[in-house]
């Protein structure tokens, strides 16, 4: 960050079940802060309980179809990026009545699709299942997504309860 040890000071907590450390600072007279987060390998990989425990972040920021963003660094298995207001999730409910939550959800779909092209050898597999797809295949996939996420969060709810100390 530039700064001297003085002018620094880091923080760490676990949220989330992930490690993270906060770093606040001055560079150049200006408050500046950065995350270093913990880095999980991919769902995928649990799923799958494939033997590979290798985090791709890196390789598919790299390679994929977009502008990388210089505050963005990966290092084994951390990654570290800026915090500041202007950088943060979207929230839809903090969002103007006149939104457009569908031009919204487009671009999230393109930004993802990004990181899927960054694998060069799946790109034809991806647009040719895309092509043998009709009707209203992804609102039905996003319908048992969000069942099956409600249905493992009451289980986690009732697991969560049942082993709390009494």
Known sequence: MGASREESVLKTSIFRRAPRILA????????????????????????KKAP???????KLVQRSIRVPDPC???????VVRRLAPDCSRIELASLSKDRDEARLLYSMGWETANMHF?????????????ASRRGRWLHKAAKAMLA?????????????KSSAPR
Do not use: M, N
């Open 24 to 47: 606040l600072s001055r560079w150049r007279g200006a408050f500046i802060s950065r995350e270093a987060k913990a880095i999980r390998p991919s769902a995928w990989v649990w799923a």
């Open 52 to 58: 590979s425990a290798e985090i791709y972040c890196d």
């Open 72 to 78: 963005v660094l990966f290092h084994g298995r951390w």
């Open 118 to 130: 960054a694998t060069p050898q799946a790109i034809a597999k991806v647009k040719q299942d895309l």
């Open 148 to 160: 099956a996420t409600k249905k493992d969060w009451k289980k986690w709810q009732r697991d969560w």
